[in-house]
């Protein structure tokens, strides 16, 4: 059976998110902070390996042992050291380290373009303190709990989609967080009112928040960002994934498919998980159906003027859209695992006393999986497309009208729906391209390569915006279809689906604008009643 996603329901129970040392986040918790106000909390199995983790690296940075981007520069500059290692006064020395985690969250606080989302921002929040609170980055549990007392109190940065590469993670978004946080007079949300964030600290009863040693570098060097666009559309694909598997399975219910091509035996003797687990979903959506096409009544001359098998289209869905469920599955398991890492840079290891200078904050596994379901989409998207084609045009749809409309010759029914559907299907053909292969060398030349992730990461959430879209045209258009077949003759679940959509949207008869009633649908699919 296909996995299924972690419905709105079954979170309602939870009352908080527990993060840190021990904790395991999962993209239900991403759904969970969009969708409700709750309390991110701090495990405590977390103190001790982050107080471990802070005083090892100051024990460094008090014997002046050059550590990068806490008493060096940062990036290309990392060869200049800090000017005062060598001052015997500590005051200064600690000062100036102070003041450039300040800077380097000032610098970087420049991002452009539409503002995300307030909900991406929140997760962004939860990703980056689970991150720093595994005890691996250098910083104490005072700074994940002010960044925690932050998020908890609703003040929520506004963050421009621009200004990451993906490589030293997210900077520049991360970045436009932490100046809020630090009390730099940029805009955030509060309480539904957008005001400077030294304001809104006031007014939640907070003071700023004064980063020491690596707390600056640490709150912008990950991946957060990216990943908090990833997994809250990657929860919202696999609703809409089943929500769309039942649309095609009513449109094909629809144009009388043929059931040959979903008998059992055809999908084991292929051998792919996907392909058996999409195949066994429409033979149970089908129960009970009387419009399922038997070959052998085909054979015996019972259907006039029908070919013993259907258009690729209708008979190849289970091959088609196997990859698409083994895909999302990885793609769970690669975005979880990186809701979890520890993306940072530098890493402290204080059991080992070690410090490791590597790039835990690059985010090609974000990259991967948004270019391999940006793909899947495209295809799926084409797919519905070709759906709603064979149902628009009688040579194709077994008899349907023109349109699947009464008297087409003097009304327009779904035609104008395939002309959106193939706009919106162009769109995510478009937005399927890799990512991967825009890499562009910045910074000196030291980010000389570098994963784009976000960029991947917004482009992946606008299509599968689309296809939740895509989906409700063809279910629009498949329960006028389900009319003309009879509706008390298609299966248990079609006739469900049917009910839901037409106390909404009536049959189309004459011609009427139809965005509206899209637009409810869409509504229906994201509250689950679909």
Known sequence: MITRYETNHQLSHKTSILIGANCKLTLGDAKLLATRFVPVELNPDAYKPMEQSYQFLKSQIDQRIPVYGTNTNFGDQATHINENLRSDDSSVYYASIHT?????????????????????????????????????????????????????????????????????????????????????????????????????????????????????????????????????????????????????????????????????????????????????????????SQLITDLEKVRAGEHIDRTVQDFYSLRSVPQGLGTFVENIERAKHWVENEMNSVNDNPIIDADEKKIHHGANFMGYYITDACDMLKMNIAQASTWIHALLANMVHPRKSQNLPANIVKDPHKRNGFRSMQLLAAALTVQNRKLAQSHAAYMLPTEGDNQDVNSLGTHAALDFKEAVANLERLTAILLLASAQALEFRQIEKAGVKSRAIYRVIREHSATVQECRPMTDELNTLIDLLREEKI
């Open 100 to 288: 450039q985690q300040k800077n380097i969250i000032k610098s970087l606080a420049c991002s452009l373009g539409n503002t995300v989302a307030p909900e991406i921002t929140r997760i962004t929040m939860m990703l980056r303190a689970h991150c720093l609170s595994q005890g691996y980055s250098g910083v104490s549990p005072a700074t994940v709990n002010a960044m925690l007392k932050f998020l908890n109190s609703g003040i929520t940065p506004l963050v421009g989609c621009y200004g990451s590469i993906g490589a030293s993670g997210d900077l520049i978004p991360l970045a436009s967080i932490a100046a809020g946080l630090i009390g730099e007079n940029v805009n955030v949300l509060y309480k539904n009112e957008i005001m400077p964030a030294p304001q809104a600290l006031k007014l939640a009863g907070l003071k700023k928040f004064n980063p020491e040693l690596r707390d600056g570098l640490a709150m912008i060097n990950g991946t957060s960002f990216m990943t908090a666009i990833t997994s809250l559309t990657l929860a919202n694909l696999q609703r809409i994934f089943l929500q769309m598997l039942s649309a095609i399975a009513m449109s094909l219910e629809s144009m009388l498919v043929i059931g040959s091509g979903y008998h059992p035996l055809v999908h084991q003797l292929k051998q792919h998980t996907g392909s058996i687990l999409v195949n066994e979903f429409m033979l149970d959506f089908w129960q009970a």
